[in-house]
DNA sequence: GCAAATTAATGATTTATTCAAG
DNA sequence: CTTGAATAAATCATTAATTTGC
């Protein structure tokens, strides 16, 4: 893991340069322009979200950068591991329809 | 519980309910199916567990269908009551209008 | 004990997302 | 950029538990 883990008890986490994580207003932010339509903002927007998220909190457009990043990859595997869970029995794609047609029959 | 005790003792099961509702046994069988890891079964497993179900009461395959979507959606329900960040009371309300402030003007 | 009234569970619908065809 | 396929989240609606007064 990461190094600093023995030795006496210094917190890593607490208040020195440890890695960025939002709080929880940025996060609400973040996921907000994401889900609006941001999924690989320019740089120029980059630095514009990191200025104006820096009103709560410390923030750099780098962390902007790497948290859209990681946000649109996470969100693909997720969907990625529920596609492949779903057609685990069944190897093709065949199985796909699924649902539509279980339900076709009493959705009028 | 279920059946009535005494005069009223219209059987519940057999005749006029409009929404399914599973059997002990059928429901049983369910949880013991997405506890070993059927989480969102395809059609065919679907159609597989409802005709199993049938021996122990009248059970379509949205009835299956309908039941895992619930079921997973819920358990995740009562295993995620944390984080709740939304209005943090006194900031909340300033941080909220500043953060309309930001998506709009990253909106187009 | 028993139903009417009320509350808690949960089945069924609708809505908002996601990725990736086309 | 638009749209198809497929949910999962949010919501609606009805059933079962329970509370309550008699």
């Known amino acids: 893991m990461y190094e600093g883990t023995s030795n006496t008890g210094f917190n890593v986490q607490s208040?020195?340069?440890?890695r960025w994580s939002p709080t929880p207003v940025q996060l609400l932010v973040l996921e907000e322009l994401y889900r609006q339509g941001t999924k690989t903002p320019?740089?120029?927007q980059i630095q514009q979200i990191a200025s104006q998220l820096r009103r709560f909190g410390k923030i750099e457009g780098k962390n902007v950068f790497y948290w859209f990043q990681n946000h649109k990859a996470r969100e693909r595997q997720k969907r990625c591991r529920l596609e492949i869970e779903e057609t685990a029995s069944t190897e093709g794609k065949k199985e796909h329809k699924l649902s539509c047609d279980i339900l076709k029959?009493?959705?009028?």
Do not use: G, H, I, P
Not at 15 to 18: A, D, R, S
């Open 42 to 44: 320019s740089s120029e």
């Open 15 to 18: 208040q020195k340069c440890t």
């Open 105 to 108: 029959s009493n959705r009028e």
